[in-house]
């Protein structure tokens, strides 16, 4: 039983690593994490004021928001696309660890 239990470990480590670091695991974790971050960008907010400020203010602001969404945004949130991404992949690869160990308790319980 202990056996079972450390390959069936073993196995969600080993699926883990190759979820970070195998080539084509990789390009697909990219592929989705730029499909998802196209998403959040173009949902970018404007901002809208409530008084009128001066047309030199106002420009100033819309300065600002242009570069913050064009030049900052686009690279924290594909970082953030791509953890979130692995993470998903992990707990998904974690939910069958766990039933793998279950059932084997399971089988063991039963012989």
């Known amino acids: 039983m202990k056996k ?3 390959q069936i470990l073993h196995q969600y480590k080993v ?3 190759k979820l970070t ?3 084509e695991e990789i390009d697909k974790i990219t ?3 730029l499909t998802f971050s196209e998403d959040v960008l173009n949902n970018a ?3 809208h004021f409530h008084k009128l400020p001066d047309a030199n203010r106002a420009e100033i602001i819309n300065m600002i928001n242009n570069y913050t969404v064009e030049a900052i ?3 924290v949130v594909e970082k953030l696309m791509h953890r979130i ?3 998903e992949k992990q707990h998904d690869e974690l939910i069958g660890t766990i039933g ?3 059932e084997a308790i399971s089988d063991d319980e039963k012989g």
């Open 4 to 6: 079972k239990l450390h």
């Open 15 to 17: 699926n883990s690593f």
């Open 21 to 23: 670091h195998d080539h």
């Open 31 to 33: 592929k989705e994490c």
């Open 45 to 47: 907010y404007s901002y």
């Open 73 to 75: 945004l686009p690279p």
């Open 85 to 87: 991404v692995v993470l």
């Open 100 to 102: 793998a160990i279950l």
